[in-house]
């Protein structure tokens, strides 16, 4: 009998030679009694050279041909061994593909455990992996690992990136420094990341993400002698639009990360509940140039199967299944490509090199031509990336939101950022002028060290708030220095400045650091029995706070102290509805629902602001940890259920007037909380001032949030970021995400609300807001041709996924973190299939007004926005959103952007748009959600007992006066927000000016009569 033919499979797979690459047939056979000639028939596929099969053989055989066919063709064949035939279909492959691994290890400084612990022996700790899994070692005996591993196989390379492990590491082992050199050298190890750790650069301000980057450079290139080109930021949760023009701007090519425009665990791994295994699913390749709204940009690599995808191979008992695993993540990987070149992370947590990875790189050079899999650097991979590829798919998709739980968890530690920011900020602005004008040194020690503290509470698991309580009490003294230090150094130079400005009367000499002129409230204390002159003034707990008016430009204003008795708050009487006003607003709150504001009226415009109850405390009952994930405080897990303080009556409420304006005092209970809130309008303000106080709490997995219903027709959610504006995506806050685990809220820098980025003017037929857009090209090698206009898009703040007609479309909840609300089609039906597609669905009257010559034409949704917006949407459908199709050149669409309006033609159907905006202003607030009916709802706070929540790990464990965890929060709180509003967008509002007023104190001083250089009222810029 002649060996048995099981079956026949095509691959991949290439023989042979470069010159001479033959396709791999892998065909399955069972032994025979005699050798048996094998043979293959297909158009354009025949055996390299005639095959005998021995009698003996059993199992894989793998079968060299020489395939003529087009790559991707499939090629219908037949297999034929003695007797035996079987159908196959050989799709001809194309030789040339490179995975390239690359060895590293995520190391958190701050998690579970402590920095002290992370760089300290862990034989302390219990090996029965309790406390850690047994194949994780703490930093330094992981870079010993890597180092020596290098030095022994010429074949491993690896990666270094953070300087919370190097500068220790290297500190205390000054030896390895020329180990890593020799190393570097030989283009086998690379410093990569350029920053000081893995930053959660949109929880943090500005100038914290560029101090990141110079700590991070610095040290690698000018210490470390090694060369950063790639920010390496594997486990961030989320990125700063802003972030790539950073990276670029810092001289940075290139970047790499694992969580971005999917959720946390990427289109192949499972997020919630079926995994998709499927890369394809992203609507653009894994290579991209990713793009801030500055035009700068920096080539990006996404990890769609995560950071840790080759380490698993580590636990394959074999060689050979260790190949396979490989192979496996390779054909995984391959179709999100956008050259022959595929990067694979070969690492996780705190792991040592990976026991396979040089053998593979050996064992499969030995055997194939083509794919190579071979061990390298991320500069490798990009650099044959670029090589391959000259100009690449544009992106300005908003890499947000990721871990929504991140923006509200251990609230205290991001106001406590915020705080420090602003006094180092305002510190570096004042120390400045002090020594150019001679009067003292800057403090460059002080402030450098404020901001490395500030650097390193970035860290994605500080600022985050996903650490254990441990670690949130060493974190805390991290942003107590950094505040101290700030404050020292900005007082020393305010004193310095103030001790030059001459004065013939005690006054009170209040700076403003902002570079505009401003108003704002300061708070000084006098002398029993004084006052100042001309000024509105009011006396509260011997604090005495008045309005200063027209504060100049990074400058001062004198007030004289005179004698004379300060007004006090006075209340005022009121029955049932409690309703205070100014010269701009006229407030009311109803106790009946616990003191919550039911009408905000503009009497500049007789605008009603609110559409139902205001300045509501909302309670949401969380899961203790994600019913489907199993994890704990960077996700938010509501159960659906909230209770609103609306629901029962407040304890108190009163209203007060005072020379400074008026003011509304209320006090409540819902569920656990007690809380005091207070509403100020002050006299001749456009804002209106609240500040909620948590008195008492004492539960568990809550989330509290505050909420405006506040309808503006057809505006969409926008949102400051670190330096740039954009449209954001309206959330779901009130779903069960047992059920729907997106409730998509996004962090914000300083503001956020209802309002207009950019706008579609359709003439008679109105006007439509844009916010996040997919722009539709016809062919993946289109993409780059439209980067003008995603950076034309993006400027006017208007985030953009590049994708292509063939490809996936965005707005899917399973896979895309975020979702648009318009689709820009680039080409009329005869270039753009999806154009076409979608026109053959729509009225003919908009095919009608391309033929007839109109270079842009927009077609209507078929249901408004609010309706599909809902619960794990899907908006795929081509008609679920409202698309502008671009028949005229892309140019005049990139000019028509400059004042952010679109002109366009709607020749059916109609757009609302009114030109309105409503905004919060916050403090150190970042969580928000903005829900399809209008509702603004800014987190104030949240208690999770999720893991590492309560984890203290040296003895003894600490805990709060009650016995509860830190996580828990369960102290007084103190929150501070604005509102604003009016006609216009969010430029017509000065909100960024507005949002720095409200987070920048105006800073007093008291002065005796003095002779000095500098006069009573000035501007330092002047």
């Excluded at 001479?20 to 048996?36: F, I, S, Y």
Aim: charged content about 20%; some cysteine; overall charge negative.
């Amino acid at each position: 009998m002649p060996v048995r033919l099981l079956s026949a499979e095509s691959t991949d797979l290439f023989v042979g030679s470069e010159g001479e690459p033959h396709q791999v047939l892998r065909v399955t056979v069972a032994p025979g009694a005699h050798d048996t000639l094998l043979e293959l028939r297909g158009e354009g596929v025949r055996p390299a050279e005639p095959v005998t099969v021995p009698a003996t053989a059993s199992g894989v055989l793998e079968i060299p041909l020489t395939v003529t066919a087009s790559p991707g063709t499939a090629v219908p064949c037949v297999v034929t061994l003695g007797e035996e035939s079987l159908e196959v279909t050989v799709t001809a492959e194309e030789p040339g593909w490179t995975m390239h691994m690359v060895s590293h290890f995520h190391y958190d400084p701050v998690w579970w455990n402590t920095q002290a612990a992370y760089t300290s022996p862990w034989e302390l700790l219990s090996a029965d992996a309790t406390t850690r899994p047994l194949w994780e070692r703490n930093a330094f005996a992981l870079v010993e690992a890597h180092i020596e591993l290098a030095l022994r196989d010429p074949d491993y390379r690896f990666v270094l990136a953070e300087v919370d492990y190097l500068k220790p590491f290297f500190d205390t082992h000054p030896e390895r420094r020329a180990d890593l050199r020799a190393l570097m050298a030989e283009g086998r190890a690379e410093l990569i990341g350029g920053t000081y750790n893995e930053p959660n650069t949109n929880l943090t301000g500005a100038e914290t993400t560029i101090r990141n980057l110079v700590y991070g450079i610095g040290y690698q290139r000018d210490i470390l002698g090694g060369d950063p080109r790639t920010a390496w930021q594997l486990d961030v949760f989320g990125h700063d639009p802003q972030f790539p023009g950073y990276l670029a701007a810092a001289g940075l090519t290139g970047s790499a990360w694992a969580r971005g425009p999917f959720h946390q665990w990427g289109p192949i791994h499972k997020n919630f509940k079926q995994a998709k295994n499927d890369a394809a699913m992203m609507q653009f390749p894994s290579e991209f140039e990713w793009i801030s709204p500055s035009g700068q940009g920096v080539l990006t690599h996404y990890m769609p199967a995560h950071y840790s995808a080759g380490w698993w191979m580590d636990s394959t008992p074999t060689l050979e299944e260790a190949c396979q695993a490989v192979y496996d993540l390779y054909r995984s990987l391959k179709p999100a490509a956008a050259t022959k070149h595929i990067l694979l992370p070969v690492g996780t947590d705190y792991t040592p090199p990976n026991k396979w990875v040089t053998d593979v790189h050996r064992t499969w050079a030995a055997r194939y031509v083509w794919p190579r899999f071979v061990c390298a650097t991320p500069r490798d991979f990009l650099d044959a990336v670029r090589a391959d590829m000259s100009h690449f798919s544009p992106q300005t998709r908003d890499m947000n939101p990721i871990y929504t739980g991140k923006d509200v968890s251990y609230i205290d530690t991001k106001q406590a950022q915020r705080a420090a920011e602003v006094a180092a900020l305002d510190a570096e602005r004042l120390s400045a002028f002090a020594q150019a004008l001679g009067l003292g040194r800057y403090p460059h020690t002080a402030l450098d060290k404020v901001w490395r503290q500030l650097a390193y509470g970035a860290h994605h698991d500080a600022i985050t708030g996903s650490e254990s309580d441990q670690v949130y009490i060493d974190l805390l003294t991290g942003w107590r220095e950094a505040h101290d230090l700030a404050t020292a150094a900005r007082d020393t130079a305010l004193d310095a400045l103030a001790g030059q400005i001459a004065v013939d009367a005690p006054s009170i000499a209040v700076t403003n650091t902002l570079p505009f002129a401003r108003d704002g409230l300061a708070r000084v204390r006098l002398p029993a029995g004084h006052t100042l002159a001309d000024v509105p003034a009011v006396l509260e707990d011997g604090t005495l706070t008045f309005l200063a008016h027209d504060v100049p430009s990074l400058g001062w204003r004198t007030y004289r102290v005179v004698p004379g008795s300060p007004a006090a708050w006075r209340p005022t009487p009121a029955s049932g509805a409690v309703t205070i006003e100014n010269d701009r607003w006229r407030v009311t709150a109803d106790p009946s629902q616990g003191g919550g504001l039911t009408s905000i009226l503009d009497l500049a415009s007789g605008q009603e602001v609110l559409s139902g109850l205001g300045n509501e405390l909302r309670l949401y009952d969380e899961y203790p940890q994600h019913p489907d994930m199993g994890e704990g405080p960077w996700h938010l897990i509501p159960t659906g259920h909230p209770t609103g303080s609306g629901e029962t009556r407040a304890l108190t409420a009163r209203a007060e007037t005072s020379p400074i304006g008026r003011r509304l005092i209320v006090t409540g209970r819902v569920g656990e909380i007690s809380y005091e809130q207070t509403v100020t309008l002050l006299s001749g303000s456009d804002r209106i001032d609240f500040t909620t106080r948590v008195l008492d709490h004492t539960g568990a997995d809550r989330l509290l949030r505050v909420r405006f219903p506040a309808r503006v027709e057809g505006a969409l959610p926008v949102s400051d970021v670190s330096g740039a504006v954009v449209g954001r995506g309206f959330a779901l806050p009130d779903v069960d995400t047992a059920e729907h685990p997106w409730t998509l809220d996004n962090p914000a820098n300083t503001w956020f609300g209802l309002s207009t980025t950019a706008k579609v003017d359709l003439g008679e037929a109105g006007a439509r807001a844009l916010g996040v857009a997919e722009v539709v090209v016809p062919t993946l090698a289109d993409a780059p041709g439209a980067r003008d206009l995603v950076v034309a898009l993006a400027r006017a703040g208007v985030t953009a996924t590049t994708s292509s007609a063939s490809g996936s479309r965005y707005g899917w909840l399973d896979v895309d973190s975020n979702l648009p609300d318009v689709r820009i089609i680039v080409g009329g039906p005869d270039t753009n299939p999806v154009a076409a597609d979608l026109l053959a669905q729509a009225d003919p009257a908009y095919l009608d007004a391309l033929k007839s010559g109109a270079p842009r034409v927009w077609v209507p949704a078929e249901h408004p926005l609010p309706e599909v917006w809902q619960p794990s949407a899907d908006l795929r459908d081509l008609r679920a959103l409202p698309a502008l199709i671009v028949a005229g050149p892309i140019a005049d669409l990139v000019t028509d952007l400059a004042d952010a309006t679109i002109e366009a033609v709607c020749p059916l159907g109609a757009e609302r748009l009114e030109e309105r905006t409503v905004a919060l202003l916050a403090y150190g607030l970042p969580g928000f959600a903005v829900d399809p009916s209008g509702a603004l709802h800014l987190s104030l706070m949240r208690s999770c007992t999720g893991w590492p929540s309560g984890i203290w790990l040296d003895p003894p464990r600490r805990t709060t006066p009650d016995g509860s965890g830190f996580q828990l929060q369960h102290w007084t709180h103190e929150f501070s927000y604005s509102l604003a509003a009016g006609e216009g967008d969010w430029r017509a509002l000065r909100l960024p000016a507005a949002a720095q007023e409200h987070i920048t104190p105006l800073l007093p001083r008291s002065l005796d009569p003095q002779d000095g250089s500098l006069p009573p009222t000035h501007s330092l810029l002047t």
